[in-house]
């Protein structure tokens, strides 16, 4: 087995930036992640989500894509959410596309605890627009 330490912050939107993202779909979507994660061999060091987006600290071997992961990921969790989802509900989907930023090991600490704190961070006006790109030219919204 080879060394490495690779580590990912990870973003992506709802469909349209639509705030689809709630309470009941929260769980189900770190449920669903954590789970595939695990069986493509990832590591999730934590989560954090706002309603119309989320952000995934994660490490990620170098076997894997990381285009291939991503997909994976938001592919297995709509599909989760639109299965506990009551029929009169929007249909939960993700927008195309993702931003991913790599960082080192000594950063981790602190990039757990911004992702963590997605909420706060976009209550409050104080996100990162480093971690917060998801598309070209695009940034995640705060919610005012």
Known sequence: MSYWKLYYHIAWATYDRLP???AGSEGVIARTLHSK???LGCYI???GMVEEHLHVAATIPPTLALAKVVGEMKGCSSHAVNH???PTQRVFKWQDGYGVV???ERSLPAITVYVRNQKRHHAGGTTNPLFERIDAGLQCRSPR
Do not use: N, Q
């Open 45 to 47: 060091h934590t989560l």
């Open 102 to 104: 790599s960082f080192g």
């Open 84 to 86: 506990v989802r009551p």
């Open 37 to 39: 994660a695990k069986e």
């Open 20 to 22: 689809l993202i709630d």
